[in-house]
């Protein structure tokens, strides 16, 4: 049996590449023949257009991309678990850790789909990426975590909160602001 494969688009730095992202391995990868795009859209485009081309629909397409990703996740969580090991000593930490961080990556991926194409599914992309701000910020309150996991899940509310700043129609009260998250965190 052959490896699945398709393309995604990314950041990187400053600009949006294209990735190849082949499912089960840690991924997705940059691949440089396409070069850089000046916006996220660009490269996203691009992106389903490869897709298309080598008859990839969509949903396989975000299938295979999620999976890649979920595995380079699996990846780095094994390694921050052994580096965090012995901080926070609960072996059921790394798990709960790892989905708030998967459900944060998620929830910034709806902020960038709803920012790129308005669909009818939109608002409801919004309010779940919203209920996963709110669920990890409660995890960081609550939980004793490791002061790398606390750093981890921090800057990727920090990513979120600005991934609401750049959507259209967004309440205004919809979110806390990423100081406010450590003003909050100071205070436990």
Request: glycine share 4%.
């Amino acid at each position: 049996m052959h490896e699945r494969f398709a393309f995604t688009a990314k950041y990187w730095g400053d600009a949006a590449v294209v990735c190849r992202a082949i499912e089960g391995r840690p991924g997705p990868i940059v691949d440089q023949e396409f070069g850089q795009f000046e916006t996220w859209t660009q490269a996203n485009e691009f992106a389903a257009r490869l897709n298309e081309g080598l008859e990839i629909p969509p949903a396989e397409a975000e299938q295979i991309v999620i999976s890649s990703m979920l595995s380079a996740s699996d990846l780095l969580s094994a390694a921050d678990s052994a580096e965090c090991a012995g901080v926070a000593g609960h072996p059921g930490k790394a798990i709960r850790v790892q989905f708030m961080l998967a459900q944060l990556d998620l929830a910034l991926t709806f902020c960038r789909i709803v920012r790129t194409k308005n669909s009818q599914h939109s608002e409801r992309m919004l309010r779940n990426a919203r209920r996963a701000f709110f669920d990890a910020l409660h995890y960081l309150c609550h939980a004793d975590l490791a002061p790398c996991d606390v750093d981890e899940i921090t800057a990727r509310l920090e990513k979120l909160q600005a991934a609401f700043e750049e959507c259209p129609s967004q309440p205004e009260d919809s979110t806390l602001k990423a100081t406010e998250c450590e003003a909050n965190l100071a205070g436990v």
